[in-house]
């Protein structure tokens, strides 16, 4: 898996990018990625990537 920090923007495989977890497309070069980060009750860091807005939108919040 990338870093979810890392610039996408060159040479990532597909297999190795983050997916949308919304539609499971991978985000390979995406201007409009969002990545939602939280802690959890266990004081875990979640975070989650999605490709667009709408995407972002539809999640269904398992916060």
């Avoid at 610039?7 to 390979?28: F, S």
């Avoid at 999605?50 to 939108?57: K, L």
Wanted: overall charge negative; proline content about 6%.
């Amino acid at each position: 898996m990338v870093d979810p920090t890392s610039d996408l923007g060159e040479n990532v495989d597909p297999d190795d990018a983050p997916q949308c977890a919304t539609c499971g497309e991978a985000i390979v070069n995406v201007p409009t990625h969002h990545v939602v980060t939280w802690v959890d009750g266990d004081g875990a860091v979640q975070y989650r990537h999605f490709c667009n807005d709408d995407c972002r939108a539809d999640w269904d919040d398992e916060r």
